[in-house]
């Protein structure tokens, strides 16, 4: 890991650069933000770091890490972050991803589980489940973004109030906006091959899910899981598409209990 | 000449506004009655051809999954007016590169029309507009990069004769490119693009080809045509470039002033049928995360800025549109003033792009209306504007 001189807080990889915060101590755990971007400041991430030793890229494309030229598909995120793994020698990584990151972290773990010793999918996206007019995962960009906002949460008080967000923090909402669109506008947020890949994750998995969510369903964590060969599904009732903000509590425990 | 007469081909039979929430992606096409809409195409048809009746020529566009244009294909519209013309040239205005999946069609297309009118055809090349992603399945990401790379394949698409190529680019493939017909017109028709920036338009003036802007005011003109001619001049291209530079504005000829702010008032109708909700928007990636960021604030209830070149909407009433160079309306002697301040305001520009039929004005007032611009302001334009007269030669 070079520091640049031109971007001095930025990890550098096969000329890539991207912010990575590492923090905490104890068995290496990998964890992949979802389509909001960096969680690195969160409160539920403080306590991973207690037992954890934590890296936690910034998706190149997203607020904070530049989008390299050929950075186009979600195998180049699945690449970039095996790459790390290896140039750091990390073993028996827990590899956890939200969202849009499990997806990253599904992608990871079908090409191989050299390094990792465990998955965790966090209300991920990246299968295709139904049939060709059924979505699985909401359409969010055809959706007012307040209405969007709203189905990320089960409980409606929870729903931050992004009106007096300042300019700078609105330019990172559309920053991470445009990350998640490289990657994920079409095919929307998933990757045909996948489902049909996943028989080869050789690593223990756990699928966490909000029983709640309106993003992606429960049903079609369900079904992710399913196709993970010895996966464990828990569902965390009274909880939308962010178990680890809107049931902290909850999220931890089944971590904790699944990767230590 | 170099007067283009342009109508959206609009489907303006419409519920109340406050029925629906988007004119445009959403909007369901039950409403949409093909009788009434049959009746549209021919008469907007008739409309170009008298146009080229009267020699003024002719600009279309397309767009999808609105009521504001009915054109979706705006080869279909360009190759009957191909055949249905005699005169004037055809200027489409334009392609929307970066939505088109096979920039080789495109070269096919617009070789087939350009042959098929005997070289009347001036072919320009546009992103794409927002609300069109949707409608088009077209990432909004890198649209520029995907325009420029489309423009590149489609140059050497018309210009190569001597058997295939290939292309592998990055983001587009193509084995085996030797296309059928070639342009009538050599070594390729006119090339138009569309600016939104000053660097934008330095890099259309780089390559000699006209640069559009459309409604964009006084002072948001002048900042995008200043860009072209220094794009032009640092070229080491002969003379100022203004010749090259087109303007599009609401434009109607009355007999009188009250008369030809009467037209202003019902072309106004496409600013103001433009309802369209922040989603449809602001796809990602299409405007600089800033201005983007921007757009997201308005939709979460803040309070909005305006965009890096000072952008603002057009105004609502007929009088702001005018005083800020959005139209151009009134008697012949009141609109070739209003024309003349503003080419003399933004440095002269050599085409004028004439928005005259939108939303209600029916066909009568609209061919009026162009031909008293034809009779009574063009002649005037052309002969006390130098970069009229250099375009029109």
């Not at chain 1, 699928?207 to 399913?226: H, P, T």
């Not at chain 2, 909005?304 to 005018?322: A, C, M, N």
Request: proline content about 7%; overall charge neutral.
């Amino acid at each position: 890991m070079n520091a640049t001189a031109t971007a001095p807080d930025l990890a550098e990889l096969n000329g890539v650069k991207f912010a990575l915060e590492r923090m905490g101590g104890g068995k290496p755990m990998l964890v992949l933000h979802g389509g909001s971007g960096s969680v690195a400041k969160a409160p539920f991430m403080a306590k991973l770091a207690e037992r954890h030793a934590i890296w936690a890229p910034t998706h190149p494309g997203f607020h904070g890490s530049p989008l390299p030229e050929h950075f186009d598909h979600i195998d180049d995120l699945a690449f970039l972050y095996l790459d790390l793994l290896d140039a750091h020698g990390l073993q028996d990584v827990t590899v956890m991803g939200f969202s849009f990151g499990g997806w990253i972290a599904a992608e990871m773990a079908v090409k191989t589980t050299a390094r990792i010793g465990r998955v965790i999918l966090v209300d991920a996206v990246g299968i295709k489940v139904s049939d060709r007019t059924t979505r699985d995962i909401v359409d969010i960009f055809a959706l007012h973004p307040m209405e969007a906002n709203k189905l990320v949460w089960h409980d409606q008080t929870r729903v931050p109030d992004f009106s007096k967000l300042s300019d700078a923090e609105f330019t990172a909402m559309a920053k991470n906006r445009e990350g998640i669109t490289v990657y994920g506008w079409e095919p929307y947020l998933h990757d045909p091959k996948l489902a049909r890949r996943l028989h080869r994750i050789k690593a223990p998995t756990l699928v966490i899910w909000g029983e709640n969510d309106r993003l992606v369903s429960a049903d079609y964590g369900r079904k992710y899981a399913s196709l993970i060969p010895g996966a464990k599904f828990v569902g965390i009732p009274q909880c939308g598409h962010l178990p680890q903000m809107e049931q902290t509590d909850a999220f931890l425990k089944h971590v904790t209990s699944f990767a230590g | 000449m170099q007067a283009w007469y342009f109508s959206e081909g609009a489907y303006h039979y419409l519920p109340e506004e406050s029925s629906y929430n988007s004119i445009r992606v959403s909007l369901p096409n039950a409403i949409y009655d093909p009788v009434k809409g049959a009746d549209l195409y021919h008469r907007y048809l008739d409309e170009w051809c008298y146009a080229d009746e009267i020699g003024l020529n002719i600009m279309t566009n397309e767009h999808h999954q609105t009521a504001t244009n009915l054109i979706p294909a705006v080869p279909l519209i360009a190759a009957i007016l191909a055949r249905e013309t005699k005169k004037v040239r055809i200027l489409i205005l334009g392609n929307p590169l970066a939505n088109r999946r096979q920039p080789v069609r495109v070269a096919e297309e617009m070789a087939m029309i350009d042959v098929i009118s005997r070289g009347r055809l001036d072919v320009g090349f546009v992103r794409g507009v927002p609300f069109e992603v949707s409608a088009m399945n077209s990432n909004p990401m890198r649209m520029s990069q995907r325009l420029w790379e489309a423009y590149e394949l489609i140059m050497k698409a018309w210009t190569t004769h001597d058997g295939p190529f290939s292309w592998e680019g990055q983001f587009f493939h193509h084995r085996q490119v030797n296309i059928w017909p070639r342009p009538y017109q050599q070594p390729h028709p006119p090339v138009w693009i569309t600016v939104g920036s000053p660097p934008n338009a330095a890099q259309v003036a780089r390559l000699k080809h006209n640069a559009a802007t459309f409604l964009s005011g006084y002072n948001v003109t002048k900042l995008i045509f200043d860009g072209y001619r220094k794009g032009w001049r640092e070229a080491g291209h002969p003379g100022s470039g203004s010749h090259k530079l087109a303007y599009a504005a609401l434009v109607y000829v009355g007999d009188t002033d009250a008369e030809g702010e009467a037209g202003i008032q019902e072309l106004k109708w496409y600013n103001d049928s433009n309802k369209v909700p922040p989603q449809f928007r602001n796809p990602p990636g299409y405007f600089p995360a800033e201005a983007a960021g921007n757009v997201l604030k308005g939709a979460f209830g803040g309070q909005v800025g305006v965009d890096g070149l000072g952008r603002t909407p057009p105004p609502k009433t007929v009088e702001g549109l005018i005083q800020q160079g959005f139209a151009f309306g009134g008697n012949p002697d009141t609109v070739f003033k209003q024309i003349k301040k503003f080419y003399d305001t933004v440095g002269g520009f050599g085409h004028l792009l004439i928005m005259g039929q939108a939303g209600h004005l029916d066909h009568e007032r609209t061919v009026k209306g162009m031909k008293r611009f034809v009779d009574h302001v063009w002649p005037r334009l052309k002969d006390e504007l130098n970069e009229f007269r250099q375009a029109a030669e």
